[in-house]
Nanobody, 122 residues
């Protein structure tokens, strides 16, 4: 069971990035998938999640609502996070995680990817 997050990088304020979370060893659509981020000196923040088994329900933290979109590609066994209108305060290491529970609490998630760095700077 493995998750791998990718797609991070350096982007200017106002720019966009698309993060991808790929699963191996299990079907990702059987789990709720969440995206979390952690900036230096701060706790891990749950920013978005999507429900399991085609439930379709999604959650976005207030800090990213209207700018970020989470989506599944079940054929590729991935979950993506499209991030638009990026701000300097979005800079952090971004993690994806899988859970049978879901929600925004990191403690609900048993499987974690390794993280990908997002830096928003001019």
């Amino acid at each position: 069971v493995q998750l791998q997050a990718s797609g991070g990088g350096l982007v200017r304020p106002g720019g966009s990035l698309r993060l991808s979370c790929a699963a191996s060893g299990f079907r990702l659509d059987h789990y709720a998938v969440g995206w979390f981020r952690q900036a230096p000196g701060k706790g891990r923040e749950g920013i978005s999640c999507v429900g399991s088994f085609g439930g379709g329900e999604t959650y976005y933290a207030d800090s990213v609502t209207g700018r970020f979109t989470i989506s599944r590609d079940n054929a590729k066994n991935t979950v993506s996070l499209q991030m638009n209108s990026l701000k300097s305060e979005d800079s952090a290491v971004y993690f994806c995680a899988a859970s049978v529970i879901g929600g925004s609490a990191a403690t609900n998630y048993a499987y974690w990817g390794q993280g990908t760095q997002v830096t928003v700077s001019s």
